[in-house]
């Protein structure tokens, strides 16, 4: 099992429910290079862990893709 070195947060807008995680998670999931993704609509924190640095371009269109919005932070 690999072990994820980087880590990188994000703000996420518009999220209201476990529906809105599942759907951020199953975009930024798909992106290469991602190992694990905790993110809570509660607190809009999208926490992205990965065995290197990732695209945050990438990242970003991958919120938007599933509907919300998001900025780094971390």
Sequence with gaps: MATSEYQSQYQVTGMSCG????????????????????VSAASGKLVVRSAGPLDEAAVLAAVDEAGYEAERVG
């Excluded at 529906?19 to 905790?38: K, M, N, S, T, Y």
């Design 19 to 38: 529906h809105c995680e599942v759907a951020v998670r199953g975009e930024v999931g798909r992106l290469p290079g991602v190992e694990q993704i905790d």
